[in-house]
């Protein structure tokens, strides 16, 4: 199979194959030793998928040798996190210069989403008034909030932030308002589920969330080039 799909796409003049495999497949290791033996790249972790109880999560965002971070990141002249609401013009200028963004794909859009945005737990990240991300929450009705038939469970669905920024901990500091702010609002117990391909992100959630995580997944990448 993997050599069909390897001369389907060389003859459709595709430069290069990807597979994606998740840690919740029972033969994880196996796969991935299966595409490494068929010339494939050794597996990159391209995503975490995370679910949670949303005070504990908030508690652990920033540990305390990332204080100075935090402090930096939520200093209102620089950095602003308001609640969710409409853009003015200078904020629709923004998001359009960030949409052009070459870091930027569809994936991240939020205009689909209307009424559904939670403007409790959603917000936009501004720098010296300027838009420069966001955070947006809906609520969260699949199988896994049946789950939690008893709490209010909200799905982090859109966050982006401009690229220049990724490696700030400006992204972080968002996560921990939006957070804070679904914890004050729907208790600490409340479930958050967010997805993240942000390297900082998926080393936090990782090494700080995973240990009590309700649900935490990998999606690890492994590439080949066709030649």
């Known amino acids: 199979m993997l050599f069909r799909s390897e001369a389907v796409a060389h003859a459709a003049g595709r430069e290069r194959l990807e597979a994606r495999v998740t840690t919740r497949m029972s033969g994880f290791s196996v796969s991935c030793a299966v595409f490494q033996k068929a010339g494939f790249a050794p597996p990159r972790l391209g995503l975490v998928n995370l679910t949670g109880e949303v005070g504990p999560m908030s508690s652990c965002v920033f540990p305390r040798d990332w204080r100075a971070v935090l402090r930096r990141t939520v200093d209102p002249r620089s950095y602003d996190f308001p609640a969710w609401g409409p853009f003015d013009a200078g904020e629709a200028a923004d998001l359009e210069g ?37 955070i947006v929450a809906e609520p969260l009705s699949n199988a896994l909030a049946a789950e939690f038939p008893e709490r209010v469970c909200r799905h982090y669905v859109s966050a982006y932030l401009d690229e220049a920024l990724w490696h700030t901990g400006v992204m972080l500091a968002g996560y921990w308002h939006a957070f804070s702010r679904q914890a004050a609002a729907y208790g600490e117990g409340s479930i958050a589920n967010y997805f993240s391909n942000m390297p900082r992100q998926m080393a936090l959630s990782r090494r700080r969330f995973a240990p009590m995580a309700l649900h935490y997944d990998e999606i690890h990448v492994l590439e080949k080039a066709l030649g």
């Open 98 to 134: 960030l949409r052009a963004q070459p870091a930027y794909h569809a994936g991240f859009d939020f205009a689909h989403l209307g009424d559904r945005i939670d403007p409790v737990c959603s917000l936009k990240i501004l720098r010296h008034g300027r838009l420069v991300g966001w």
